[in-house]
């Protein structure tokens, strides 16, 4: 079992930038690849970024494409969205997963088979 905890959310005006933090319970000997997600309210949850572990290789939803950035830190086991130029419609939860996933794959949600707890991000305009 790997247990995945979310932070760095809050409240920032349009324009501004958050960088949430994703630490996982144990190493990626557990899992391949891990993800942030959003989920609005009224709407399903969609992929914002993914990043394969063993290697660095990242991809970038188009919708937030040149804005967001994911990386990580292996040593600590964690993972990071850098968000910049905040727009109000990115304002969701989100959610950290992790699991043995294919690039193909990364923006399925049953692909995962960890999650976290998910963290609140409200851009106000």
């Known amino acids: 079992q790997v247990q995945l905890v979310e932070s760095g959310g809050g409240s920032v005006q349009a324009g501004g930038s958050l960088r949430l933090s994703c630490a996982a319970s144990r190493n990626s000997d557990y899992y391949n690849r891990m993800s942030w997600f959003r989920q609005a309210p009224g709407k399903q949850r969609e992929g914002v970024a993914t990043?394969?572990?063993?290697?660095?290789?990242?991809f970038v939803a188009d919708s937030v494409k040149d804005r967001f950035t994911i990386s990580q830190d292996n040593a600590r086991n964690t993972v990071y969205l850098q968000m910049n130029s905040l727009k109000p419609e990115d304002t969701a939860m989100y959610y950290c997963?992790?699991?043995?996933?294919?690039?193909?794959?990364?923006?399925?949600?049953?692909?995962?088979?960890?999650w976290g707890q998910g963290t609140q991000v409200t851009v106000s305009s």
């Open positions: 990043i394969l572990t063993g290697n660095g290789s990242t």
């Open positions: 997963a992790a699991g043995y996933v294919s690039l193909g794959r990364w923006s399925q949600t049953g692909a995962y088979w960890y």
